[in-house]
């Protein structure tokens, strides 16, 4: 009876932080991707419960009844995927930047994506694999660690945040993440609108010119020399969004 009780305690940690934790796994960048297998990420969780779990011990209570349990539960799995949602909204971001960049340079069309993921264009593929690429080596699952941890100071074991919270929350993270797509795709607006004014002017000036057979080349080899010159600044600057919102996640709450 002596080891009974903390095993069950032990027991009892564990399974809500799975809880929490697994939940936002299925949304969290590069670790809920679609292509990681499920496995993998099973493990993965069941590695950060491992670190998690000593830390939050102190804020997590084991309810008094049964039907306190299963509302705890589902209160941690709702918080789990609000938190992994937050971080899940730059990846969208980054795809958004792609989509606007490559309709403003004619490249739409080019799709890159792969089997069992949603199609995008070649412009917005490239750009999320290099940014998660970037975050693992820049130590993502260390911030991970520590994000998960300071969601249980920023929403409590078992509780469940109200309608309103939950809408304020999810309005600031769209607006955040098309601004941040805007920002990021802005040198290939203003390289597409000056490609049109400039085609503008030639056709005035020479009706007879066929401009649009003339422009089309033009304005796909500057899309990819301006997708070459401006990706490292892209990503850096998507980079340091994405790690004050994993340092300061309580900006959104």
Not at 71 to 93: C, N, Q, S
Request: contains cysteine; glycine residues 10%.
């Amino acid at each position: 009876m002596n080891l009974v009780r903390p095993v069950q305690d032990m027991l009892w940690l564990y399974g809500f932080v799975f809880l929490r934790l697994s939940a936002m796994m299925a949304l969290l960048p590069l670790f809920g991707e679609r292509s990681v297998p499920v496995r993998v990420r099973l493990g993965v969780t069941f590695a950060f419960c491992l670190v998690v779990s000593p830390v939050v011990a102190p804020l997590v209570d084991q309810p008094a009844t049964f039907e306190g349990a299963i509302a705890a539960g589902g209160a941690e799995v709702v918080t789990g995927l609000v938190f992994g949602a937050l971080l899940r909204f730059f990846i969208f971001a980054l795809q958004v930047a792609g989509t606007i960049a490559a309709q403003s340079t004619s490249l739409s069309q080019i799709f890159g994506g792969s089997a069992g993921v949603d199609p995008q264009p070649a412009i917005g593929h490239v750009l999320v694999v290099a940014g998660l690429a970037l975050a693992a080596l820049m130590g993502l699952h260390l911030a991970v660690a520590e994000y998960m941890i300071n969601s249980y100071a920023l929403v409590a074991f078992g509780r469940l945040l109200p309608g309103a919270d939950f809408a304020e929350i999810g309005a600031k993270a769209t607006t955040r993440a098309f601004t941040l797509g805007f920002t990021l795709a802005a040198p290939f607006v203003i390289a597409s609108l000056l490609y049109n004014v400039i085609l503008g002017v030639i056709n005035k000036a020479m009706p007879q010119l066929m401009v649009s057979f003339v422009g089309a080349p033009a304005i796909t080899a500057g899309g990819l020399l301006i997708l070459c010159l401006t990706t490292p600044l892209i990503l850096s600057v998507w980079v340091e969004a994405f790690g004050h919102a994993m340092a300061s996640p309580g900006a959104d709450f």
